[in-house]
């Protein structure tokens, strides 16, 4: 696991230095502001050609990527995640506002997550509340079709500001 | 990383649309959880499905969307149906717990070996993937294909809702939501607050001033130190202390029974919505049923 964190530039069993890909476009998922008190979706827009492992850590919540955000509602900096990771420590948040794309930053993503999103049609996500998958854990379902699965109030999982590492599970 | 600081439940249960499922046939003893816990470990994982129902549940929908994905001509969409039963989705981990001789080799972090059970099967991930392809698998922005009709969601939402068919409401995060709030309130038990002071007094005869088991393990001199060779004999030592003294004071058991004390609270607080789950994944699983025999629900 640990050679596999793309944060640590390295992606796909360390074969593909990120960074080394070219882009070609790209899926995001535009968060609302306002949703659903019940329940809400995050709404992707297509133009999908590149795999969301030669994206991640970049500011866009893609296709097949999880997406931790600082604040309710997919607010304030944000972190996208297409590997597992054990330890949020060494993660920081990218924020969106004030110029063209997304800008990083040194706020650490390590217990103060808020929100979160599955973007991944293929697996369900993990959070969990200590680093190297421990503590109290919350599963977040599969994304089915166009929309990312969206938690928007972590707190009501007992879970708000506590997110210290992901996994994935039940892939097809 | 404070389970001390596991908020209680806001008003309104946050509607989740995902749906899968799974007959509920879990062990009804509490055992220890020890070094292997089991899925009947806690009392509210008979509200989330067994690895064998997961197994199914994930080759169900693996056969669906892959079906779908062919008769679209796309015979070589990369899925798979599940190979053997996944990891259970709680291990002793969830209790800052791995066996004394794991805690020698790998400290608080994971098995090397392992490590492939909690990520993505990096064999089914393609450098590129056609848009058209990402299109009909999400429903994003096409409505027909080669002259088929392309489902509201593709091929995945399609799947779904197959799985989902005559399934009745219910919100599946629940049992998380109710786990950790028992998390939380064990964790101010005067129980679990005893237990947490005779480990620190263990802990502090081997030569560590922690005051918790969280701050043993989330100690931040660990992970920075970690290297592809493995972690560091530091980390080792302290791994193996801290896992012996939870031994000695029977932290595991313990602290799982408190939590499974206020688990078992919660379930009765929460009867109808947990037996409405019930009903969902027994409705679930007998749709997984019929699609690997071959069938449609």
């Not at chain 1, 997406?67 to 993660?91: K, M, P, Q, S, V």
């Not at chain 2, 007959?23 to 499905?49: I, W």
């Not at chain 2, 995945?156 to 709030?181: E, F, H, S």
């Not at chain 2, 992970?223 to 000695?248: F, I, L, N, Y």
């Amino acid at each position: 696991m640990t050679a596999n964190r793309t944060d640590n530039a390295w992606t796909l069993n360390g074969l593909i230095r990120k960074g080394m890909m070219k882009r070609r476009g790209r899926t995001r998922i535009l968060i609302p502001t306002v949703v659903s008190a019940l329940l809400a979706s995050a709404i992707t827009i297509s133009s999908p050609a590149t795999p969301a492992w030669a994206d991640e850590n970049d500011g866009w919540c893609t296709d097949r990527e999880l997406c931790i955000f600082e604040h309710w509602y997919a607010g304030g900096g944000r972190r996208d995640y297409f590997n597992g990771d054990l330890n949020y420590t060494n993660d920081t948040f990218w924020y969106w506002g004030g110029g063209p794309g997304p800008a990083p930053s040194n706020a650490i993503v390590n217990d103060r997550a808020s929100s979160a999103s599955n973007g991944d049609s293929q697996c369900k996500a993990l959070l969990h509340e200590h680093a190297d998958f421990a503590g109290s854990a919350l599963l977040i379902w599969y994304r089915s079709g166009s929309s990312g699965l969206m938690v928007n109030d972590l707190g009501q999982y007992g879970m708000n500001d506590t997110i210290s590492s992901n996994s994935w599970t039940d892939c097809i | 990383m404070r389970s001390q600081n596991v908020a209680m439940l806001a008003g309104g249960a946050l509607l989740l649309c995902a749906v899968h499922g799974g007959v509920n046939a879990h062990a009804e003893t509490l055992a220890p959880p020890g070094a292997t816990l089991k899925h009947g470990d806690s009392a509210l994982m008979r509200y989330v499905d067994t690895p064998e129902q997961r197994r199914k549940a994930t080759s169900a929908r693996a056969r669906l969307v892959k079906g779908c994905m062919k008769e679209f001509g796309f015979s070589e969409f990369s899925t798979q149906e599940a190979s053997g039963n996944p990891p259970p989705l709680l291990s002793s981990r969830r209790y800052l717990y791995v066996s004394p001789a794991d805690a020698a080799r790998f400290g608080y972090g994971i098995d090397p070996a392992t490590a492939k059970d909690f990520d993505k099967p990096k064999d089914a991930v393609r450098a590129a993937v056609p848009s058209e392809e990402q299109s009909v698998l999400l429903g994003q922005g096409l409505t027909s294909y080669k002259g088929k009709t392309v489902a509201p969601g593709g091929c995945v939402r399609q799947a779904d809702g197959i799985l989902r068919k005559n399934t009745p409401a219910a919100d599946l995060l629940l049992p998380w939501k109710l786990m950790n709030q028992a998390a939380g309130m064990a964790a101010k038990d005067e129980r679990v607050t005893s237990l947490v002071a005779a480990w620190a007094s263990c802990i502090r005869g081997r030569g560590y001033a922690y005051q918790a088991p969280e701050q043993a393990w989330d100690d931040p001199r660990w992970r920075p130190a970690r290297t592809a060779a493995g972690v560091s004999e530091e980390e080792k030592k302290a791994a193996v202390a801290d896992m012996e003294c939870k031994d000695q004071v029977g932290y595991v058991d313990k602290l799982a029974s408190v939590q499974n004390s206020y688990e078992k609270d919660l379930i009765r607080a929460h009867v109808d919505e947990l037996e409405a789950i019930q009903r969902n994944q027994e409705a679930f699983q007998r749709n997984a049923d019929i699609v690997m025999s071959g069938g449609r629900p």
